[in-house]
């Protein structure tokens, strides 16, 4: 099956006429308060907070591609303020229930905190609120997303925050086949991610920030940061890198580069929107433990995404989001499995991208007062809303600020490094292989438990 993949990036970037002109490169030597690497969210949104807190600061992002080329111009355009996360795994270090508590209700702040700053600055992203639906098409998954409502309501998350909806309030939202129920998730937003991403560089560089792309970092360490394009001396490091961390000196096995890839249809014609229904513009998931989510975008056609090939060997990524034709296929068959109103649609293009994981998959922000170095990420498929509060606590930290935002369990919360190859590969290769056995099982019983092998799977990976 043949998609576009013509060296756009994204789908999003392909609507906003392809990839931009990069920005001038690092003219050569110079010296800075903060030096951030990497112009993804993560790092716009640092520096963005940077300059709000102390506008006198000085500020430098360096980028290799260009602004959003990595994940954030490629995500599923997920604004949800969600914690996907095991809370009791921040139960350490001397931190409290309450804590995590606190971190939960500070990201749900995100959503609203993005939006602002979009409106407030002109950035023309597609936002649109509405709800996250979580959907059951087997008797396992209602179990699971019972189970997570129950949980959620037991670390105090709002009752109006996670409704349970029986499956024919699901039938009146989004007509996905099968569906049993779900766990709708209230106060979030559809974003076009290219252009939240593309338009927060431009309002961090009206700000004061230099941002220069075409700049590769070869090495970092206190007080200096190597590049292709000459060294730039700082106080304070920010390694905003995300999945592409792998890449630098000692980090191999820091965090694991794990694929996502998705595929967008042709616009849909109202005559099969008839048939789906989704006239909210619901954000869409399954409760499946191979992973999938949709968005109905704001031109009307449908964008579904999952792993595809969760993990390239020695931690390698995609170029320039091309991604496999296997890919491509797996995903237009959960396309048609969820939603078979679209079968006939034909398929206008396909990217994949790379987030972080951690070995405990819980997201992390962290900063070495000795070095003045900081990161953050580990995001694991939430880094919209997360990466914002990543940038929030990480120029709070950068500046020595103690505040609310920097006693936050999440801040530097470590974890063991990932297993040397070939170990790491054949765990998350097996991890996946045994989710989609598992999901085949679930969906032949009648059961709710959830099938022994994802127990096993998640058990030999930490997830």
């Known amino acids: 099956m043949k998609v576009a993949q013509n060296g756009n990036v994204s789908f999003w970037y392909a609507e906003l006429g392809g990839p931009p002109k990069p920005r001038a490169p690092l003219p050569g030597d110079r010296e800075v308060d903060v030096c951030i690497i990497g112009a993804g969210f993560t790092g716009l949104w640092t520096a963005w907070y940077l300059k709000q807190a102390d506008p006198d600061v000085s500020v430098a992002v360096v980028e290799r591609e260009f602004a959003g080329f990595g994940a954030s111009g490629r995500n599923g355009g997920f604004l949800t303020g969600a914690f ?126 230099a941002i220069y792309e075409k700049t590769t970092v070869q090495r970092y360490a206190k007080g200096r940061v190597d590049t292709d394009r000459g060294t730039i001396r700082a106080s304070r490091i920010i390694r905003a890198t995300e999945g592409y961390t792998a890449g630098f000196p000692g980090e191999s096995r820091t965090w694991l580069a794990m694929n996502s890839a998705q595929i967008v249809t042709e616009p849909v014609p109202e005559a099969i929107w008839d048939q789906i229904g989704w006239r909210n513009g619901e954000l869409l998931a399954d409760a499946a433990h191979t992973i999938c989510y949709a968005q109905r975008t704001a031109d009307n056609r449908i964008a579904m995404g999952g792993r595809g090939v969760p993990y390239r060997f020695g931690n390698a990524t995609d170029k320039a989001g091309e991604t496999q034709e296997t890919t491509v296929r797996s995903l237009h068959a959960i396309l048609h499995r969820l939603l078979p109103q679209a079968a006939r649609l034909k398929l206008d293009h396909a990217w994949c991208g790379v987030m972080g994981v951690p070995r405990d998959w819980c997201a992390s922000v962290g900063f070495d007062p000795a070095t003045g170095i900081g990161h953050a990420g580990g995001y694991v498929g939430v880094g919209v809303s997360t990466s914002n509060l990543a940038g929030q606590t990480l120029a709070d930290l950068a500046l020595g600020r103690k505040t609310e935002l920097t006693g936050l369990p999440w801040v530097n919360h470590t974890v063991r490094k990932w297993e040397p190859e070939p170990l790491r590969w054949l765990g998350v290769q097996g991890m996946y292989g045994l989710y989609s056995i598992a999901d085949r099982i679930e969906a032949r019983g009648q059961t709710a438990d959830t099938s022994r092998l994802a127990q096993l799977a998640n058990l030999l990976t930490g997830r």
């Open 84 to 209: 996907p996360w095991a809370r009791d795994r921040y139960l350490q270090h001397g931190h409290t229930r309450e804590g995590v508590i606190a971190l939960e209700r500070t990201l749900r702040g995100t959503v609203d905190e993005v939006i602002a700053v979009a409106d407030a600055q002109g950035i023309d992203a597609g936002i649109h609120r509405t709800d996250e639906l979580f959907v059951a098409c087997t008797q396992s998954q209602l179990a699971r997303i019972k189970a997570d409502h129950a949980n959620a309501m037991r670390w105090q998350v709002p009752p109006e925050r996670l409704t349970l909806i029986g499956a024919r309030e699901v039938a009146d939202r989004v007509r996905v086949h099968n569906a049993l129920g779900a766990m709708a998730i209230h106060g979030v937003a559809r974003v076009q991610p290219a252009k939240l991403v593309r338009g927060l560089a431009d309002a961090v560089e009206r700000a004061g920030v």
